[in-house]
C-alpha cells in the first residue's frame, strides 16, 4: 500500500503484514497470515481465480479439499466484509475490490457446497447448460 496504512491501529493488534517485505499494517488475518491491504486483495484474487477456472473442467475434488476451499471462502468473505466495514478510510477502488472479493467468494461457495466443486461430469454440465448430452439428444 506504500505508506498509506489501512487495517489495524498498531496498538489493536500489534501486527504488520506478513509478506517478507512489506512493512504495512495488517489489515486483515488470511490462512493465520496477517495480510496489508494490497496483499490481501492479491492473495483472495489469486485463489479465487483459481477455484473459478476449475469449474469448467471435469474432476471429481475430495472432501477434504471441498472442506477447505469452504473454509478459505468463507474466511475471505468476512475478512473482506470485516475490513470494509471496519475502515473508514478506504478509497472507492479499495472499497468496490473488497466487494468484487465477496461477491466472488459468495459465488464460489454454491459451487463449493456441491457434492463436485463447480466440476460436474460433461453431462451435468450440458444439463446445467439446458442441453441434453448427444446420447439423449431426440434429434429434432
Given at each position: 500500500?506504500?505508506?498509506e496504512?489501512?487495517?489495524?491501529?498498531p496498538?489493536?493488534?500489534?501486527k504488520?503484514?506478513?509478506?517478507?517485505g512489506c512493512?504495512?499494517?495488517?489489515?486483515?488475518?488470511?490462512?493465520?497470515?496477517?495480510?496489508?491491504?494490497?496483499?490481501?486483495?492479491?492473495?483472495?484474487?489469486?485463489?479465487?481465480e483459481?477455484?473459478?477456472?476449475h469449474?469448467?473442467?471435469?474432476?471429481?475434488?475430495?472432501?477434504a479439499e471441498r472442506?477447505?476451499?469452504?473454509?478459505?471462502?468463507?474466511?475471505?468473505?468476512?475478512?473482506?466484509?470485516?475490513?470494509?466495514l471496519?475502515?473508514?478510510?478506504?478509497?472507492?477502488?479499495?472499497?468496490?475490490?473488497?466487494?468484487d472479493?465477496?461477491?466472488?467468494?459468495?459465488?464460489?461457495?454454491?459451487?463449493?457446497?456441491?457434492?463436485?466443486f463447480?466440476?460436474?461430469?460433461?453431462?451435468?454440465?450440458?444439463?446445467?447448460?439446458?442441453?441434453?448430452?448427444?446420447?439423449?439428444?431426440t434429434?429434432?
Open positions: 500500500m506504500s505508506g496504512h489501512v487495517g489495524n491501529p496498538n489493536s493488534i500489534g504488520f503484514c506478513a509478506v517478507e512493512h504495512d499494517l495488517a489489515a486483515a488475518a488470511l490462512d493465520e497470515q496477517t495480510l496489508c491491504l494490497d496483499h490481501f486483495l492479491s492473495r483472495c484474487y489469486q485463489t479465487l483459481t477455484y473459478d477456472g469449474r469448467d473442467h471435469t474432476y471429481l475434488v475430495h472432501d472442506a477447505q476451499r469452504r473454509r478459505f471462502l468463507e474466511e475471505c468473505s468476512t475478512q473482506a466484509l470485516n475490513v470494509g471496519r475502515n473508514e478510510n478506504l478509497n472507492n477502488l479499495q472499497r468496490s475490490r473488497l466487494l472479493v465477496l461477491l466472488w467468494a459468495g459465488e464460489l461457495s454454491e459451487y463449493a457446497s456441491a457434492p463436485q463447480g466440476l460436474r461430469s460433461s453431462t451435468e454440465q450440458n444439463n446445467s447448460r439446458g442441453r441434453l448430452p448427444r446420447e439423449q439428444s434429434g429434432y
